[in-house]
């Protein structure tokens, strides 16, 4: 699992992606609300869907415009939306973070992942998609 995490830091374009379960599992509370939630998906060789997170470096978030705070409620509204398949209000949300914060990664990801299916969830969605890459 580690090996595939790994791999997808690539995709994301973060330094770190984080487990649902390492985030539950973080003794801390400051750790854990520490941890921005970016995606639900199924890895290679794995049929159970898992949430993934990362934490934002501050040093990294120099071209963030507006609070950090902010800018991980409204994300992480977006990504709600989008497991959940209501797509229009995610990328909504998406839009604003990419206009706060252009050179994160996972918002354009995630908004063009779903600019691929032309924004209409698709009708086998079921809350999370599969990575395939290596």
Not at 40 to 64: C, I, N, W
């Amino acid at each position: 699992m580690a090996s595939r995490l790994e791999a997808a830091t690539k995709q994301y374009g973060v330094c770190l992606l984080i487990s649902e379960t390492v985030v539950a599992n973080l003794t801390k509370s400051s750790l854990r609300d520490s941890c921005r939630k970016l995606d639900r998906v199924t890895v290679k060789g794995s049929a159970e869907p898992m949430l993934l997170y990362t934490y934002d470096m501050p040093f990294l978030q120099k071209d963030l415009k507006g609070s950090p705070q902010v800018y991980k409620s409204l994300f992480e509204a977006a990504i709600d939306n989008y497991i959940i398949g209501n797509w229009t209000e995610s990328s909504k949300k998406l839009n604003q973070c990419i206009q706060m914060w252009p050179t994160d990664r996972p918002a354009t990801l995630i908004a063009k992942y779903m600019a691929s299916h032309n924004n209409v969830v698709p009708a086998a969605w079921k809350g999370y998609r599969e990575l395939t890459e290596k």
